[in-house]
Nanobody, 123 residues
Framework: QVQLVESGGGLVQAGDSLRLSCAASGRTFSSYAMGWFRQAPGKEREFVAAITTTGAATNYAESVKGRFTISRDNAKNTVYLQMNSLKPDDTAVYYC????????????????WGQGTQVTVSS
């Protein structure tokens, strides 16, 4: 098992940047592929980005491609989401999740989840 704790959310203006972090506990972090999802009020949880165990491959939702970057540091048991050129539509609770399989994009495929961190982008 792995426990996940997100941080780094906040209130920013459109065009600003934020970096989210997700710290994992346990010695097996490097064996999990990781993903970021988000959920806005009244909407379903949606895929944002995913990264393989070594970081060699990544996958992004079309809505964030070119603006967001997922990365990981296995020595620090942490996965990151760098978010640039933020838009009001990016406002949501952001969750990190762990999965035994690479680059999955559907929430039900991830068995381990953090508690989420709020990102609010004002216009």
């Amino acid at each position: 098992q792995v426990q996940l704790v997100e941080s780094g959310g906040g209130l920013v203006q459109a065009g600003d940047s934020l970096r989210l972090s997700c710290a994992a506990s346990g010695r097996t972090f490097s064996s999990y592929a990781m993903g970021w999802f988000r959920q806005a009020p009244g909407k379903e949880r949606e895929f944002v980005a995913a990264i393989t165990t070594t970081g060699a491959a990544t996958n992004y939702a079309e809505s964030v491609k070119g603006r967001f970057t997922i990365s990981r540091d296995n020595a620090k048991n942490t996965v990151y989401l760098q978010m640039n050129s933020l838009k009001p539509d990016d406002t949501a609770v952001y969750y990190c999740a762990a999965c035994a399989f690479f680059l999955k994009t559907r929430a039900f495929e991830y068995p381990y989840w953090g508690q989420g961190t709020q990102v609010t982008v004002s216009s």
